[in-house]
């Protein structure tokens, strides 16, 4: 089915609650790698080495792809406004006892608890906005809260960092609970009411969430994303092996990839509404490109920043059309498969950084980009088998006491099976 907008709902508002969310989504994104910045004060303070500190990541990342989806079964009969909020809530927490840990076993949980509330915060923020908007702008409606994500790392990252290092690293998580705080009381005054639209559980959600054409999809997430970042992870080792910049230079070549990738959310939001299927393969040919060619002109400056740029665009452009085309190819199940997306793009990103890492200690910096570029070379047939892939035909989601359907639709977006978000009258 399709969200249900009401009548009269002033544009300006739901704009404001987009924004809202897209800030929510800057808040998490930051959390997720702040850590990477700081992790050697982390080690020092709970007398751990760098290595194990970097379990840290890892316990974010499996947070997201195991426990989003888990909190996403269990809170599915949650208005999604409120379900919003407890998610802020809740992530406030989880970065207090974080800033609190005594031990880094403490620590460890306190990331595992907010990699968890990320996972459900993207997801649910993902469908409420698709609401908001009419279906021909729903793409833009999602690429507001993965702009957010992409703006994190251009802004929130380096800034956590700089207070982190300036200051301590509890003080980094302090800030996060400050925005943390400011997105929570955005969300509850800008968002409009939003109840889930069935009363059904596990069963079924997962009946339409885990069916063949959804994980075909998500398949898709996992290897474009694992091959960025089979590469992305070691870019700073690139930049000073193989075009020999160093300092300061590599931050200013990081942050061309971080504000391309912030417009590249944007653009490919649009783009998705267009057709998500042609938009997702444009972007994997063009990863593949951008790839083969940092390899070809590594060693050049000039060239890397634009290649570099060209990548941020089309690695972050894809990630809007991905998120429509799970959601729309999971129909009723729509609520669930939303923060599967995210779970498949954060285990693509864990795979691609370990194989990136084998390749980078066997074969030095410049295999990373050949081993990314491979593995998005290999997704380039899936990718364009995806644009096959139908939404299910008009069926009933069980136990739904509302007794919509979902109809199939043409290429994710103008279909997208909202199921789980209705707009409520104020």
């Keep these: 089915m399709s969200t249900t907008v009401q009548s009269g709902r002033d544009g300006t508002r739901g704009n404001l609650a987009l924004g809202a969310l897209g800030l929510g989504a800057f808040v998490v994104g930051t959390a997720e790698l702040v850590i990477v910045g700081i992790l050697d004060l982390v080690a020092k303070d709970l007398k751990v080495s760098v290595g194990t500190a970097g379990l840290l990541v890892t316990a974010y990342a499996l947070g997201i792809c195991i426990g989003g989806p888990l909190l996403t079964v269990l809170t599915v009969r949650l208005g999604r406004r409120v379900l919003l909020g407890i998610t802020l809530a809740a992530f406030i927490v989880g970065n207090v006892l974080a800033l609190s840990a005594v031990n880094f076993g403490m620590l460890v949980a306190a990331r595992v608890l907010t990699g968890s509330v990320h996972g459900l915060f993207v997801g649910v923020a993902s469908m409420v906005a698709s609401s908001l908007v009419p279906p021909e702008r729903r793409g833009q409606a999602v690429a507001m809260v993965f702009g957010g994500i992409a ?35 955005a969300v509850v005054m800008l968002v409009p009411p939003v109840s889930a639209a069935t009363d059904s559980g596990l069963r079924a959600q997962a009946k339409f969430a885990f069916a063949p054409r959804v994980l075909g999809m998500l398949l898709v997430g996992l290897l474009l994303l694992g091959g960025e970042f089979a590469a992305f992870t070691y870019i700073s080792s690139f930049l000073q092996d193989v075009t020999k910049v160093s300092g300061g230079a590599v931050s200013g070549f990081v942050l061309a990839f971080g504000v391309a990738s912030a417009v590249g959310a944007i653009v490919g939001g649009r783009f998705a509404d267009r057709n998500a299927s042609n938009t997702l393969l444009v972007c994997n040919v063009g990863l593949v490109v951008a790839l083969v060619l940092l390899k070809l002109v590594g060693a050049s400056p000039i060239p890397v920043i634009i290649v570099l740029a060209l990548w941020g665009l089309v690695g972050f452009g894809l990630t809007p059309a991905f998120q429509l085309r799970v959601i729309g190819l999971a129909g009723p199940g729509g609520g669930l498969a939303a923060t599967l997306g995210a779970s498949a793009v954060n285990a693509g990103i864990a795979v691609g950084a370990a194989v990136g890492g084998w390749a980078e200690g066997g074969h030095g910096a410049g295999a990373v980009v050949v081993t990314g570029a491979i593995i998005c070379a290999v997704g380039l047939p899936v990718t364009w088998a995806s644009r096959f892939l139908t939404p299910p035909a008009a069926e009933p989601l069980a136990g739904s006491s509302s007794g919509v359907t979902v109809a199939a639709a043409d290429e994710g977006a103008a279909g997208l099976a909202a199921d789980s978000a209705v707009l409520q009258a104020d």
């Design 151 to 185: 703006v994190s790392t251009v802004v929130g990252v380096p800034l956590g960092t700089l207070i982190g290092q300036s200051i301590s690293w509890q003080a980094a998580f302090v800030g996060i609970v400050i925005l943390a705080a400011i997105a929570l009381v």
